[in-house]
């Protein structure tokens, strides 16, 4: 039973246009989640986080937007870059420090 | 970037042998966890650690063991390796439970 869903394996965008990733959970007891990037042959890096209380998160070209009601989250990267293009995971935690991942969205950043 | 390292970064090995991988770091961060990730699954927590000898199971500990002797290293044993553990494996650390977790490079792990 996935907690945390990516329905979409992969996404492909014009260079400089709007990236939307999207994220489903079931667990009403997540309180905070977070997105990574991931490149080829590397280890997942932190990209931006939001606790339950917020509704919007900022971090320069990051936005992670979070309706509680639907149980869902979204990144958008806006312009998109092709550095961009990487595994983006979505990840969601309750107290007890345990984060559990969707199984990613593969962007894809055209130039 | 945070202080992790894992060893070794590739490996080859054959069914039914005992693995050990290490995973290091220099933060002197309290958490310590290991995951495994697979194609169609994102990664899943295998066993983490909260403190010095301190464990505890994951999502998918069967045919795992962890040990945490020190704060700075932890190692993950596969007690007799099965072609279903062919995985690329990742440490995490992280300061306090509920905070950000910071990834290692990964180790490629490949049982035939």
């Known amino acids: 039973d996935q907690q945390v869903k990516q329905n979409s394996p992969s996404l492909s965008v014009q260079e400089g246009r709007i990236s939307i990733l999207n994220c489903d959970y079931t667990?009403?007891?997540?309180?905070?989640f977070l997105w990574y990037k991931k490149y080829p042959a590397e280890g997942p890096t932190f990209l931006i986080s939001?606790?339950?209380?917020?509704d919007k998160n900022e971090d320069g070209r990051f936005t992670v937007f979070l309706n509680k009601s639907a149980k869902h989250l979204s990144l958008h990267i806006v312009p998109s870059q092709p550095g961009d293009s990487a595994v983006y995971f979505c990840?969601?935690?309750?107290?007890?420090?345990?984060?559990?991942f969707g199984a990613g969205t593969i962007l894809r950043v055209k130039s | 970037d945070a202080g992790i390292t894992q060893s070794p970064r590739h490996k080859v090995t054959e069914t039914g042998t005992p693995v050990t991988l290490r995973c290091h770091q220099t933060?002197?961060?309290?958490?310590m966890y290991w995951y495994r990730q697979d194609p169609g699954h994102g990664l899943r927590l295998i066993h983490y650690?909260?403190?010095?000898?301190?464990?505890d199971k994951g999502e998918v500990s069967d045919g795992y063991s962890v040990s945490r002797s020190k704060t700075e290293d932890f190692l993950l044993t596969l007690e007799s390796a099965t072609s279903s553990q062919t995985s690329v494996y990742f440490c995490?650390?992280?300061?306090?439970?509920?905070?950000?977790?910071?990834f290692g490079p990964g180790t490629r792990l490949l049982v035939l």
């Open positions: 995490a650390i992280s300061d306090r439970g509920r905070e950000t977790q910071y």
């Open positions: 667990n009403s007891m997540f309180d905070y």
């Open positions: 939001i606790s339950s209380i917020k």
């Open positions: 990840a969601a935690s309750y107290y007890g420090n345990k984060l559990v």
């Open positions: 933060e002197n961060h309290r958490y």
């Open positions: 650690s909260y403190g010095v000898k301190d464990t």
